[in-house]
């Protein structure tokens, strides 16, 4: 039978192959844990950010910031301790640039917060 040039009947069609065993796909199970020290450090400094943000939230700002720059410092001091297989979700640029920010902002969060004057109310 022949259809439009080019066309291919349906038992002209190649079936599909089948896998080989050692490419058959994995299942990967579901994990609730961090694989690298690194990722776990890096739940650490986002609870400690919560935390700094629901204490500015809830009336005392001046100490909620400083736990949020406290967790960018401890974030930046785990940048520069942990080897960069380890680092997890702390590595996002070379080592230096991570550090360098991470511990400048929160330095400056820690410093602002102390160098802003009480306004009357």
Not at 62 to 86: E, S, T, Y
Not at 95 to 110: E, F, P
């Amino acid at each position: 039978m022949t259809g439009a040039p080019g066309s291919l009947h349906v038992s002209e069609v190649p079936a599909p192959e089948e896998p080989r065993p050692d490419e058959v796909p994995h299942e990967e199970s579901a994990r609730y844990y961090p694989s690298t020290i690194g990722g776990l450090f890096y739940l650490v400094v986002l609870a400690g950010t919560a935390l700094g943000i629901w204490i500015s939230w809830s009336g005392d700002w001046r100490l909620g910031i400083k736990w949020v720059g406290a967790a960018l410092i401890l974030a930046g001091a785990m940048r520069l301790l942990l080897r960069q297989r380890d680092a997890g979700m702390l590595a996002v640029r070379k080592r230096w640039i991570d550090v360098l920010m991470l511990v400048g902002v929160g330095a400056a969060l820690i410093f602002l917060t102390e160098s802003i004057p009480n306004q009357p109310l």
